[in-house]
């Protein structure tokens, strides 16, 4: 709870804490969209997600994050010199509830409901290709198609659970009390939305683990 770097950082912690956050969760949205096209639509995928679209879409992502994360901390960014008989100050958000109920929309539910609807209907059409391409199997190939089949589907479902799984942990403990502070206009003890803080950036932390070095092909690159 202490801070000893003055206002001007303390503005600019603000902005690159909320920037790294704001912008690791749009990168789950343009990714899941991206798969989405890719199982869903494969023939299109070489037309609808180019190399241009594909950069435009990091650009907008990474502006549209910054512009809000830098309006945000010039209006409600907080510094607390009256903690001086303890330590220097607080740095923090002094955000109103009002605000605080969009962001739960931006920053969570929304993201949350576009990533889970993509992912269940990407394992659905793969659920489905798999049951087509075994039918038209003979009979003799039946019984590896099917174990194959399996462990395609296993993988996918352990893949989908993992990520929904870490990205749900880390963020419905923080937006749980950030709803009950809401409600009850009662400021949560400063420790545990610390911890809880933490979850958060954790979660930034794993998602390259969890996107990427699951993969062969890219950790060999």
């Known amino acids: 709870t202490c801070w000893y ?4 950082f303390c ?9 790294l956050l704001s912008v690791s969760l749009g990168n789950l949205v343009l990714i899941a969209i991206d ?18 679209k594909t950069l435009m879409g990091i650009c907008i992502c990474w502006f549209t994050c910054f512009s809000g994360n830098f309006a945000f901390a010039i209006n409600y960014r ?19 509830y009002s605000l605080r109920i969009m962001d739960l929309f931006i920053s969570f539910l929304i993201p949350c409901t576009v990533i889970i609807a993509l992912y269940l209907r990407i394992f659905y ?27 395609s589907e ?11 799984t870490v990205y749900l942990l880390c963020y419905i403990p923080f937006y749980i009390l950030y709803i009950t502070a809401v409600t009850t206009a009662k400021e949560i003890s400063s ?11 954790a979660n930034a932390g794993v998602n390259p683990l969890i996107y990427a070095l699951f993969y062969r092909w890219f950790k060999i690159s």
């Not at 798969?35 to 241009?52: E, N």
């Not at 907080?78 to 923090?92: E, K, N």
């Open 5 to 8: 770097f003055g206002h001007t």
């Open 11 to 19: 503005g600019l912690f603000v902005v690159i804490i909320g920037l």
């Open 35 to 52: 798969r989405y096209v890719a199982v869903c639509h494969p023939l299109l995928y070489p037309h609808k997600i180019t190399m241009t």
């Open 78 to 96: 907080y510094f607390d010199t009256a903690q001086a008989d303890v330590c220097y100050g607080g740095c923090y958000l002094n955000v109103p």
């Open 125 to 151: 059409v793969v659920h489905q290709q798999v049951k087509i391409i075994n039918s038209l199997m003979k009979s003799g190939k039946c019984e590896m198609e099917d174990s194959v089949r399996r462990k």
């Open 154 to 164: 296993s993988k996918a479902a352990l893949t989908l659970g993992i990520i929904m």
């Open 191 to 201: 420790p545990t939305m610390t911890f809880l803080a933490w979850t958060l950036y």
